[in-house]
């Protein structure tokens, strides 16, 4: 009797699908690692801080709301979707003839669900988001080829000499296991390494010291003068009519020089850049007038920037952002939690969470995201120094010390 698709076990081309499982869950570990660290060096985790290539920016990716499925993250998805398919890979090279068919057949529609769902997310992150993953093209890339195999898989006709012998049934099991045991030494080295670097939050303190760090030279890098605007942003014209003088702001009102930055409260890179414009803010408050303006990049952002809103209406602004970066989670802060801080810094808790519930200042924040998207804004943290954005290599404390030393 003829035998059906997916009936067959087909050495060559089963012992790539689970290799590419294998590839798989190494660079699921990889992305698990960096968003761990949020991505302080970059999407693969291999570029100084200071250097952060801006065109792909994976944080925006993995914190967006397509970024969790279910309430659970992607990459927790995506190690277990890998791990199901090599385990099935595994499996198929020592079952029976008779149950191939149904191991195919559970991880061909793993392979389809997979596949569909990875379409989606390069979708969004083409049309929605506007920003790239590397890491999660390179998953998707995976699956791709996956789901190539499988289709060559379905449409070949069974072949009686893909049928497989106990011997080498026996050669494929034992060389699968080394190469489980090569993905587990390379995973470990992966955590192992970064392990050894230090963290975010030394990284920042470093740069916002201007301190090149142990194993850098001082004339190296930005150390020598480097200091520049984003070329690839225009010129805003119109700059002081992004602000006004009920913004909440430190600094001279009347300086020649408007910095302005734009900030998303549960951005890692936001809460990183903080202690550093806290240093330029004072080693500069009267050549300059700081806006220090949110720009809501996640929808669990929004509660929290409304918070801020209402914050500033009593004059609380800056405690609150300084309580919500303290406080700053993946899943953003709860209600509760915001009111918590409101009655920490002296706010009439109860009212700020009526007015949030009310959605008081939801048109203000819509509005500000919407005129910074006009001035230029496509991630943040961004720093505009009057009209001129700065680039990101150039947000240390010394490099906009001497820039708006320039501009004014």
């Known amino acids: 009797m003829a035998k059906g698709p997916l009936s067959t076990y087909r050495p060559l081309l089963d ?20 968003s761990d660290r949020g991505f302080d060096r970059g999407c693969f ?7 952060v290539d801006p065109s792909f920016d994976c944080e925006a990716v993995t914190r967006s709301e397509a970024g969790s499925l279910f309430g659970v993250s992607n990459v927790i998805w995506g190690g277990l979707f ?13 079952v029976g003839s008779g149950r191939v ?35 999660c093209l390179m998953s998707a890339s995976i699956v791709m080829l996956m789901f190539i195999l499988q289709v060559v898989d379905f449409v070949t006709k069974a072949d009686s000499t893909s049928s497989k012998s106990d011997v080498s049934s026996g050669r494929r099991w034992f060389l699968s296991l080394g190469l489980m045991a090569a993905t587990v030494v390379l995973a470990g080295a992966d955590v192992a390494y970064f392990r050894t670097l230090p963290p ?34 225009p010129f805003v014209e119109n700059y002081r009519d992004l602000v006004n003088f009920n913004d909440p702001s430190l600094g001279n009102p009347e300086a020649p020089v408007v910095v302005i930055e734009f900030f998303d409260p549960n951005c890692p890179h936001c809460k990183t850049t903080h202690p550093i414009m806290k240093q330029v ?16 990049l996640w ?93 990101r290599q150039s947000r240390t404390a010394d490099c906009l010390t001497e820039l708006i030393g320039e501009a004014s």
């Open 200 to 233: 975010p939050q030394e990284e920042s303190r470093r740069l916002a010291e201007g301190n090149p760090g142990d194993d850098e030279s001082p004339d190296d890098g930005l150390q020598t003068g480097e200091c520049a605007y984003d070329l690839e942003k």
């Open 299 to 391: 929808q669990q952002s929004l509660a929290q920037t409304e918070a801020l809103m209402a914050a500033a209406h009593e004059g609380k602004y800056f405690e609150m952002l300084e309580a919500q970066f303290s406080l700053q989670k993946r899943e953003g802060l709860s209600l509760e939690e915001l009111k918590s801080i409101a009655s920490q810094i002296g706010m009439d808790a109860d009212l700020m969470a009526s007015r949030i519930q009310q959605g008081l200042f939801r048109g203000i924040v819509l509005r500000q995201r919407e005129s910074g998207i006009e001035a230029g804004v496509t991630s943040v943290p961004a720093v505009m120094i009057n009209g001129r954005f700065v680039n």
């Open 82 to 94: 890998y791990l199901g398919l090599t385990g099935l890979s595994l499996a198929l090279t020592r």
């Open 101 to 135: 068919q149904n191991l195919k057949k559970l991880r061909a529609a793993a392979i389809t669900f997979g596949f569909a769902y990875s379409v989606y997310l390069s979708y969004v992150q083409y049309s929605d988001i506007g920003e790239y993953c590397k890491l």
């Open 281 to 296: 803010i004072e080693a500069n408050s009267e050549k300059a007038w700081f806006v220090i303006r949110p720009f809501v």
């Open 45 to 51: 985790g291999f570029d100084e801080p200071e250097y």
């Open 15 to 34: 012992s790539a699908v689970f290799v590419l499982g294998l590839l798989g869950i190494l660079v699921v570990v990889h992305l698990w690692i960096q």
